[in-house]
């Protein structure tokens, strides 16, 4: 099996780049790590009433990005909406499907918790509104909201309200259950423990406080290695009926990000380097 140990290849512009994991000042959709877009795949099948979902993911991840302030984390990804107008009441809704192949030995160990959140921000200035969703690796129970997470805002609604973790019909690693899907990389098919696999498309509901221009801000990280990966899946954003602009990362979205800065693009190349090898479990 993969060992926990193990180091990734980072360029000397992952850095920089980590840095625009908050609110861009540009209005256009912005991914930091690994964002894409796909159908059914694997055990993640397509969502309610469309087709397609945006994803992120740690696999491919950049150290330091897609944590929340004060819980930390190793790798990760982030996606940020474009901006968007919305009026006081206006119903916020959109399904999210989060997804992990890390697990635990006991509840509450946080050695190698993983975890997701998407927060509504500010379009101006960036600042967090409202905390719409997080989830994080436990062995049995609902992840959601996530252990020594924040907590959810109040008024979200979540269907079903409490989220169990369902396993994947992956074989390999410590245990069975680790969720086939693309995005996971190298660990696809793959669990550390109990706890892996995934949630299955959950819907949100969250009516907007204030009239405003807001974003929305997808993260999902590594916590204690980068190793076991981890991502999140969401779809159908609207407000109202009315779909978002710009809410299912496209490739070009890092293309644009790395000639902007300029001779990267060997970037979407990075493979991460293992301490050791694949051994036989």
Known sequence: MFTRTGSRFWLAAAASLAMLAGAPAASAAVCVGNCGSLGADGDVTAPPDVATYGYISTFGGIDGVG??????????????????????G???????????????????????????????????????????????????????????????????TLTPETVDIHAGTGTQGNFTGGPVWSPLGDFSGWCWGPGCGLTQWILSDFEIPAEGDYRLVFGVTNWGDSVYDSGLAFAGINIDGVEIEDVVPEPSTWAVLLAGI????????????YGASLATA
């Open 262 to 273: 300029g001779g990267l693009g060997a970037f979407l190349r990075m493979r991460r380097r």
């Open 90 to 156: 206006g119903n916020l809704q959109y399904h999210f499907n989060y997804v992990s192949s890390d697990g635990q030995q006991a509840p509450g160990n946080f050695i190698f918790e993983d975890y997701a959140f998407v927060q509504l921000v500010d379009a101006t200035t960036g600042d967090p509104v409202a905390m719409l969703f997080n989830a994080r690796t436990e062995p049995t129970g609902s992840i959601v909201p996530g252990e020594n997470l924040p907590a959810i805002s109040p008024g979200v």
């Open 67 to 88: 944590q929340l302030p004060g819980i930390g984390g190793t790798d990760g990804s982030t996606f940020t909406t474009s901006a968007f107008h919305a009026s006081a």
